[in-house]
């Protein structure tokens, strides 16, 4: 139980272009999802947390124009990084928490490459 | 915010020797996570501790909340133990979490 997908597993883009990552909860009912970013060797850094039918709360220094977070469904939470440029070239990774619990479950993760 | 450290930041073992990874934490939690990240990038839960011993198989684990750790021990290790270990902490009410920078583990056959 507890499973977490994302899609794509993989994407490569040219620069300027919009990319959108979608988390879902396969067979539980997630309230809280959140949003990862991991550079190469280094530890996650919490992007946001998106709740059901709310906006989400972003970290500080993470621009919320850039990476559109929608929580649309108990199981479902999309992550678009618009206009995406180099830079944001990463690994990005999705969990979610079942609810009345705090034990997060994740993702297998997306690499984006922004050529 | 609140810090956490990882020790040692990276190991490397022969196969069947036993390791003790460390996390250190900065303020009271009121959750602890111990997860395994495989070469793929897929992050793997292996405890849910935030306080007690707990143990799973070769793993176990156990946080001493009062002092502000908590151990993870790998037994008999295995090359498929090879990965990144991360601690993620938990303050009361805070909603979120935070990770320490993990520990590389090379499991040498």
């Known amino acids: 139980g507890a499973v977490v997908s994302q899609h794509p597993s993989r994407v490569i883009c040219k620069s300027g272009t919009s990319v959108k990552i979608e988390c879902r909860s396969l067979?539980?009912?997630?309230?809280?999802m959140f949003w990862y970013r991991q550079f190469p060797k280094q530890s996650l850094m919490l992007m946001a947390t998106?709740?059901?039918?709310?906006?989400?709360?972003?970290e500080q220094g993470v621009e919320k124009d850039k990476f559109l977070i929608n929580h649309a469904s108990l199981t479902l939470s999309t992550l678009t990084v618009t206009s995406a440029h180099p830079e944001d070239s990463s690994f990005y990774i999705c969990?979610?928490?079942?609810?009345?619990?705090?034990?997060?479950?994740f993702g297998p993760g997306t690499r984006l490459t922004v050529l | 915010g609140i810090q956490v450290e990882q020790s040692p930041p990276d190991l490397i073992l022969q196969e069947g020797a036993n390791s003790t990874l460390r996390c250190n934490f900065s303020?009271?939690?009121?959750?602890l996570q111990w997860f395994h990240q495989n070469p793929w990038g897929q992050l793997i839960n292996l405890f849910y501790?935030?306080?007690g011993t707990k143990q799973n198989g070769r793993l176990s684990a156990t946080t001493v909340a009062t002092e502000r750790y908590s151990l993870l021990y790998i037994s008999s290790s295995q090359t498929t133990d090879s990965g990144v270990y991360f601690c993620a902490v938990e303050r009361a009410n805070a909603g979120k979490s935070t990770f320490g920078d993990g520990t590389t583990l090379t499991v040498k056959p």
């Open positions: 067979d539980f009912q997630a309230t809280t």
């Open positions: 303020d009271s939690v009121n959750n």
């Open positions: 998106s709740n059901e039918g709310s906006k989400a709360t972003y």
């Open positions: 501790i935030p306080s």
């Open positions: 969990s979610a928490t079942i609810s009345g619990t705090d034990t997060q479950y």
